[in-house]
RNA sequence: GCUGAAGUGGUGGAAUUGGUAGACACGUUGGACUUAAAAUCCAAUGAACAUUGCGUUCGUGCGGGUUCAAGUCCCGCCUUCAGUACCA
């Protein structure tokens, strides 16, 4: 019987489907007190985006991870949660709605079946009765129910913890908010009970928003013209957008946003806590950026005796031990007293500086850091200390998006700072005792002693900055804080396809629609485009749906809504909806509630979560932050979701290149057969393409070239600059075009006539001259054409994606699990080579065939021998430790050698057979329940235990002892174990290669470690 | 620039607390089977020298160091990849 895997894993796959062979117990309804019996573990996956191009090798490979994961916990008689579902709100369906007219959510649904199917396809234990698609309003009524909580809550830093908005309220009612130590907006009012209570509803309403959780305010936000929408910073990838690398710009816009700046500390904190990725936790504390200093009050000097309004400019310092530093200070051009101190004499200048840095966008800005550009005010500030007035200018080195926008200019002690002053021929005064300044600021924290700074001489940079804070709050100019980089995160996009908000507007202000009308559902639109008054798509809907009787405040529809009670027309980002999901798997059919408490209560948190790290300061942060909410919410017992992730590392593509000598009308994918190539060697009709060998051969290749130089006008730059350097030419021909791998041999060899077929671009290829190594012309069925290999990202516009379909048509499923994994280590990017599946796919034939042979089924119940016990046994050692130290490339790889020994062995015994069908089954289970059947067994391999190691078998009573010299092995010698030190010495000084080795001379030094090795030193 | 990770054969990668470097595969070469091909099986395969065999020398990015012994530990460099970037 051959090892027919097709039909092995077709029926497999129908068993588990059939059999829902990986359906967690619900420990509400199992086992006694509604508990199942079995400790519980969760294995949960990234869940995907749905996209049109299906998947490719590169996305499984996490999954395949997680997956022998959750089999192994199964297998340990863990009772597991291993989910999957969908995150299918996101641009591109949108995109191709605006494109097509089909509804996204249709476009959605037929991706995902796409992804179904693949998924199936490669035998995933997940359970797939707790899907959930963040698209569907079933699930999203929660990712709205969560933003009413949001709404409802304020911070309050003296519990640190978030709050029900109420308490906030009764605070302002009985003291206003004078005492309140809030999370909230910089430019929150002071304000007394009494005033509080006499305000108006609006404005109680208004400053309420200055500290609930989730807010409305007119924020600076990313806004990216092309795709209609702001974007999040993490959403912008150098100065463009992350899809598509559009441009974007920054705008003051009213949008939603989350305070997750009143979680900073504790999510920096809860890195500790957590058993993450190192690189990935530095990330996210870039990303935070805590800085430790002091902010300081500067007083702008007024410009005239009789101006009656006076300024403060603060600023955010780590260095206040540098004060009597301070030589100028720097506004950055958008900082709103800039209009306000400038003389009269500046105006011209500074209002042309801020118009030219306006212009500027954000990625010129970025590509450009070394130019020092600026204006002076005509303003002075008092030093607070030595009363001296300090010039202030503005500059765009100074981002009006951190700190306060300000900065105290410090030219001795801060390189930047040093760099204007120069610049601008403003004085730098020199605080450091025995520190040249001359050539460069002097930033080395460790190594400063301050001097000509009054009561700080003579300290160094601790006892200073505590003691320059000590002073400034003295004068009550200053105090030490902490400051945070991470900014709140806009939560409103300009989309159709995404959550619509629960939110109404009275008197323009938010109002939060009851929970009980949930979900708010997105509501059927013509065009997915903004209107024509420039509304979001959202503002084309004439009816929505959620409205129901109870409810009157609203009817149900939006253009009556609009003159009444206008909706919220923006949608939430694609993170609101994966922010949350990870719990609601452990109750996803739940009606009543975002999860029971029974249900997170025993399931508690992920026990190992498997994605990439590119999410680091997106999805990974924002559910932290969540999670932390729902913590203080009472919700949940823990305040960390994940306790371990893994970021599996990138599948890369061997992209292959065709060199094209290039320039002749050539146009989106179209070559034209122009007539600029009539004479020359070839009679050249139009592009050519060339091979490796030719495209080495420089001084042929120009000589070819300029031989068949264009006559006629439209001739090529390149071509009259023609030199025998290949670096000199355009980027078609040096590095050469992305064509489809499928059409390219392991020998790098092109199917020349399959490049001309391809359906999608063989048009592109049907006129163009191959030529070969020599410049010959291919044509010959033995021709070969060699291209250029490069690894590269696997995507679709490098041509160079592998189909796991194709794979699991032609080695299996198996084959692709066990390959995956073999390529490498998880975390590491590694290059996919299909060839190389060969080796795995052999290993489940040689598996195969230690059950059956030409004749049959072969498995004895004969006693195994020894060497089998000890095969079997080392395997069962390694593999459970690969499994728990997630190494699973080499447990392919101790597999291969305990089959490739038991068949030396001849091992046809049930008791080594049956138990190593377990140690393979989470890798290769197709094979593993199809053979275990065969053993016998009705019921499922899935959960057999584990097999027991058992070190019995693996004692030794020798040693093949390496024998070094000088640390160097020279030959080996079989002892046995239980030799004392000074018999194994006898024994080796006595071996005729020892004295071969010595030649005569005493050896200086003996090493012996017993069981490990022995070292001569001669 | 800063931060993090990593450099091992032709390739992907192995190598417990320092203890036989290159496991396991791919690829390559030779052979068996076959009319042939595929599949399968066997052998060789770090480099150089030697080759009649025993072998010998060098080898984990580079330069030092610690040690009986270093891919592994320490110091100083180089390179690559990733993240981040005027963060005051």
């Known amino acids: 019987m051959k090892y027919h895997f097709n039909e092995i894993e077709a029926k497999w796959q129908k068993y588990w489907a059939d059999n829902q062979t990986f359906k967690a117990e619900n420990p509400v309804l199992s086992g006694v007190e509604g508990k199942s019996e079995k400790p519980k573990y969760y294995v949960l996956d990234m869940f995907p985006y749905p996209s049109g191009a299906g998947l490719h090798v590169g996305h499984p490979l996490g999954y395949i991870a997680s997956d022998i994961y959750a089999r192994y916990k199964r297998h340990k008689g863990f009772n597991v949660l291993h989910p ?154 150098n100065g463009v957008s992350e899809r598509g690398g559009h441009p974007v710009v920054r705008k003051k816009m009213t949008q939603w946003s989350m305070r997750i700046s009143a979680y900073a500390e504790r999510l920096l904190q809860g890195l500790e806590t957590i058993d993450w990725p190192e690189p990935l936790k530095e990330i996210q504390r870039n990303w935070i950026g805590k800085s430790v200093g002091a902010q300081v009050e500067f007083n702008v000097i007024p410009k005239e005796q009789s101006d009656e309004e006076s300024h403060k400019i603060s600023v955010f310092t780590t260095r206040p031990d540098t004060i009597f530093g301070v030589s ?67 500059g765009d080195y100074v981002l009006a998006g951190y700190g306060t926008g300000a900065v105290m200019s410090v030219p001795c002690g801060d390189q930047r700072d040093y760099d204007f002053a120069k610049h601008f021929n403003i004085p730098i005064p020199n605080i450091f005792e025995g520190v040249d300044i001359s050539e460069e600021a002097f930033a080395d924290k460790d190594n400063t002693i301050i001097a000509n700074s009054g009561f700080l001489d003579g300290l160094n940079y601790k006892q200073a900055v505590k003691q320059a804070i000590y002073e400034l709050e003295k004068l009550g100019q200053g105090k030490g804080k902490i400051n945070y980089r991470l900014r709140d995160a806009v939560f409103s996009r300009q989309r159709y396809w995404g959550e619509p908000f629960p939110v109404y507007y009275v008197n323009g202000m938010p109002q939060m629609i009851d929970a009980k009308h949930l979900p708010i559902t997105l509501p059927e639109v013509e065009k997915y485009l903004p209107t024509e008054t420039g509304e979001p798509p959202l503002g084309n809907a004439t009816h929505w749906a959620w409205c129901t009787k109870t409810n009157s405040v609203v009817s149900s529809s939006a253009v009556e809504n609009k003159t009444v009670f206008p909706l919220e027309l923006n949608t939430m980002p694609g993170w609101a909806g994966s922010s949350q999901y990870f719990n609601r798997y452990m109750d996803p059919h739940n009606e009543d509630e975002i999860f029971s408490q029974e249900a997170i209560n025993y399931w508690q948190q992920v026990d190992l979560y498997i994605g990439g790290s590119e999410h680091a300061t997106g999805h990974l942060l924002y559910s932290r932050f969540w999670q932390k909410f729902m913590y203080d919410l009472g919700l949940v017992p823990h305040d960390e979701f994940a306790k371990k992730l893994i970021n599996q590392g990138m599948i890369l593509g061997t992209s292959a290149f065709v060199r094209r000598v290039d320039g002749f009308n050539y146009e989106k994918g179209k070559y034209n057969s122009g007539e600029h190539f009539n004479k020359g060697a070839y009679n050249v009709k139009t592009n050519i393409l060339i091979s490796e060998g030719l495209a080495s051969n420089q001084d042929y290749l120009k000589k070819l070239l300029i031989e068949n130089k264009p006559d006629t006008e439209s001739s090529i730059k390149s071509y009259d600059t023609i030199t025998s350097n290949i670096d000199d030419y355009k980027i078609s021909l040096r590095d050469g075009v992305h064509v489809k791998v499928k059409y390219v041999n392991a020998s790098d060899e092109l199917d020349i006539n399959g490049l001309k077929n391809d359906e999608e671009y063989g048009k592109d290829y049907i006129d163009c001259i191959f030529l070969g190594e020599n410049g010959e012309i291919i044509g010959g069925n033995n021709d070969v054409f060699k291209v250029r290999r490069d690894v590269e990202k696997m995507s679709k516009s490098k041509l160079n994606v592998v189909n796991p379909d194709d794979i699991v048509s032609d080695y299996g499923a198996d084959s692709l699990r066990l390959y995956e994994m073999f390529l490498g280590p998880l975390e590491q990017y590694k290059p996919w080579n299909t060839a190389g599946i060969t080796g795995v796919h052999s290993f489940l034939k040689k598996l195969w ?101 058992d070190e019995s078998h693996l004692v030794e009573s020798t040693k093949n002892y390496p024998i070094s010299f000088n640390g160097k092995m020279r030959f080996t010698m079989e002892l046995p174990l239980d030799l004392s030190k000074d018999d194994i010495e006898t024994a080796v000084m006595a071996h005729e290669k020892t004295k071969e080795q010595l030649q005569g001379r005493e050896p200086k030094k003996v090493i012996i470690v017993p069981g490990k090795i022995v070292n001569i030193v001669g």
């Open 84 to 237: 999957q579902g969908y995150d299918s709100f996101g641009l591109p369906a949108e995109q191709y709605a605006i494109q097509t007219g089909q509804h996204p959510a249709i476009t959605t649904e037929e991706n995902i079946k796409t992804y179904r199917r693949q998924l199936d396809q490669i035998g995933f234990s997940f359970d797939w009765s707790r899907e959930v698609r963040t698209s569907d309003p079933s699930y999203y009524k929660w990712t709205q129910w969560v933003f009413i909580q949001l709404f409802n809550s304020w911070y309050n830093n003296d519990s640190d913890k978030a709050e029900n908005i109420s308490t906030l309220i009764s605070v302002f009612e009985k003291d206003g908010n004078t005492n309140v130590n809030a999370a909230c907006d910089d430019n929150v009012k002071l304000f007394s009970a009494e005033a509080w209570n006499n305000f108006s509803s609006e404005q109680q309403q208004d400053i309420l928003l200055q500290y609930r959780l989730t807010y409305l305010a007119e924020t600076e936000v990313n806004w990216c013209p092309a795709l209609g929408t702001v974007l999040a910073n993490d959403e912008i990838v």
């Open 849 to 949: 065939k230690l059950y059956f042979d030409d004749n049959g089924f072969k498995v004895t119940e004969d006693e195994p021998s020894k060497e089998a016990l000890k095969t079997l046994h080392k395997t069962i050692k390694k593999v459970e430790e690969d499994i728990e130290n997630f190494s699973f490339n080499t447990s392919v790889s101790t597999f291969m050698i305990a089959v490739n020994e038991l068949t030396a062995q001849k091992c046809t015994s049930k008791k080594i057979l049956e138990p190593l069908l377990i140690l393979i089954s989470p890798y290769a289970p197709h094979i593993a329940e199809e053979l275990w059947s065969h053993l016998g067994h009705k019921e499922s391999i899935s959960t057999a235990p584990f097999p027991k190691f």
């Open 328 to 394: 100028f200070m720097t506004l950055a051009p958008e900082h709103e007293l800039v209009s306000k101190i400038t003389t009269p004499e500046q105006k011209a200048e500074v209002e042309a500086y801020i118009e030219a840095t306006a212009k500027r966008s954000e990625r010129d800005r970025m590509a450009d850091v070394k130019t020092i550009s600026g204006a002076f005010t005509g303003a002075y500030a008092e030093h607070p200390f030595s009363k001296q007035p300090i010039p202030i200018w503005i």
